[in-house]
């Protein structure tokens, strides 16, 4: 019933205008009355100065029974979200979420607010404001409301303030209630923290020595993800001079207690006669043999995972080219092949750290990105298609490219060159990102958690467990034995294992049909028609005078790079809208479909998937496709819910990042009536395994 972690990102739109001349609008006149919740945007000052940062708040006033969600909802529910997008100059930082209520909702837990709450978040000005102009915020709050049922609601709000260029005065509405929700808003804790777990508890120690046992009400811990803690469980509070700990029920993901445990500690204190809460927020550091996964294991997981990548249907149409590779160099000698190999492993290793890299610096941007994430730019898969077609009509002897260019491309058919088998290398890393692999998950959920230099040294254990064993054969020579003699059956070969990589550019096209729909599809298949004109043309002037090869090859040239203009128009289209819930069985995976089916009490199984996913796809095909597992699903009451990452969703990043997974697939099963416990399916499935969920769920 885990909503928080995996809520999809909710589309708003706000936009910052000055008006100048517009008429003043009155505190509370912008005030938004939806069917549960009142909002309204609400400001510490009367007016702004140029450059001057304030702080702005979202009330909340919500209906009597009714209730909204604290930034982790805890086992239920989504938080109200605004995403920015404010005129130059303008920075608009995050809310400073207010401790929230244990709300117990049936068999679940949830953390959220009732009655009233203001969120606050600051705000700083442009410097260029025009002393006497008013300023708009504007813009589309979203959010769920619950009781028994879990509705979605959203709202526009606003906000005008004058430009000044004095001391703004306090707004007499908004001040008040801004500072209390500030006061209230959890600070850093001053203490160190730190907790163990068994398979069954957490323990959590905070070194408080300045608090008195004997003035203690109450301690509550908040946790900021979903998983390691059992929401529903009781808290035992044990205090005394050296601090206080906590013993936990253990949630149902294992790799959450694996890493940092991030969250909110609220103690209340009895201070002359009444009662005094504080809220430190805190990072408690994973300690004991039972708690981190030890970087040996991981990196070992990582090597594991990358041998298994070899057998995974993404990287079998790279393997023609491999397995060209090794029939080519058969006959050279042994310090020869041994180059080739390291080459080739050097090829897979860079790749991996510039992909690792690229992955890890935007994460720290905050980007909510996974495994596979340039596949989800239509763009690059359609250049990737382009990539592979350009390959495949060299390999079938259409395209010939010049000595000059052999490192590049025609040693990637078999020739000769270092170069080659380096690039060879990195193919074959960009072929790996769709798949999954086992023991790939647990590795990879590890490495972002971890510092860039330790989550690197991960992502290149996974690249050499991809690269091991072409580099084995290269440096064992008894396989050449096997080999018939040199002759024509080698070029027939070549012929023949271009068709592999064509099934791979027509699958790469079905997934941009996925993405973008039938104009990407255009965009993608015309480029494909402009890259083999140029290859006809650069083969055919290959025979004629110097003047006309020249203008050939200028042609050539034009037509490819138009080609790659066009393909790149399949970015500029809107995603293609997925089959219905009665043309597939599966609905389409939300945070308010799951609330409402988890308030209720019904079994759910929910596929975190990818079009351009091999894993995911043969699973679908294979396990969840079948006829057994449909009337299973049917028969048990299971509702399916399907979250497609083919595109960037960093709603259904959060899911995996929550389960620690940086990749799909991730399939969850939320047994009916159990509080938000589901049980996490391995990455490849058969339909035994499919179907002994289904009668657990149940």
Known sequence: MRIAMRGVAVRLLTTVTLLAGAAPAAYGADAVVSPR???????????ISPGATFWIGLRQRIEPGWHTYWMNPGDSGEPLRIEWMPSPGWALGEFAWP?????????????GYIDEVVLPLPVTAPRDLVPGARVTLQGQASWLVCEKICIPEEAPVALTLTVTTGTPPPDTRGAAAIAAARRAAPTPSPWPASFSATPDTVTLTIAARDLSPERLADVAFFPAGWGAIDNTAPQHVRASAAGLTLDIARGPVAEAVRRPLDGVLVVAEKLDGSVVKHAFTLSAAPVGSGAQLPLVYALLLALVGGLVLNLMPC??????????????????????????????????LVSFALVAGALLALRAGGEQLGWGFQLQSPVFVTLLAFVLFTFALSLSGVLVLSARLAGVGQSLAGRAGYAGSFFTGALATVAATPCTAPFMGTALGYAVTQPWTTALLVFEALGLGLALPFLILTLAPGWR??????????????????FPLYASVA???????????????????AGLVLIALAAWLHQASRGVHASWRRAGTLGAATLALAGVAVGMLSGAVAARPGPTAAETGWEPY?????????????????????????????NERVALGSHAADDAFARNGVTRLKADWTRRDPGITQVLGAFGRNGVPLYLV????????PAV?????SESIVLRAIEEAK
């Open 37 to 47: 919740v009142r909002v309204e945007l609400l400001s510490e000052v009367g007016a």
């Open 99 to 111: 401790p929230p209520e244990r709300i117990r909702v049936g068999p679940a837990m949830s953390f």
């Open 315 to 348: 990287v079998l149409p790279v393997l023609s080219i491999k397995a060209l590779g090794l029939v080519r160099h058969a006959d050279e000698l042994a310090a020869s092949r041994r180059r080739h190999g390291l080459a080739y492993t050097a090829g897979v």
């Open 481 to 498: 034995r096997v080999l018939p003699r040199p002759g024509a059956w080698m070029t027939r070969l070549q012929q023949a294992l271009a």
């Open 507 to 525: 699958w790469l096209v079905w997934v941009v049909s996925q993405q973008a729909g039938p104009p990407g599809v255009a965009a993608a298949l």
């Open 590 to 618: 939300s945070p308010a479909r799951l609330a409402e089916l988890r308030a209720a009490g019904k079994p759910v199984f929910v596929n975190v998937t990818a079009a351009w996913c091999i894993t995911c796809l043969v």
């Open 670 to 677: 939320y047994p009916a009536g159990s509080g938000g416990r």
């Open 681 to 685: 399916l391995p990455q490849i499935l």
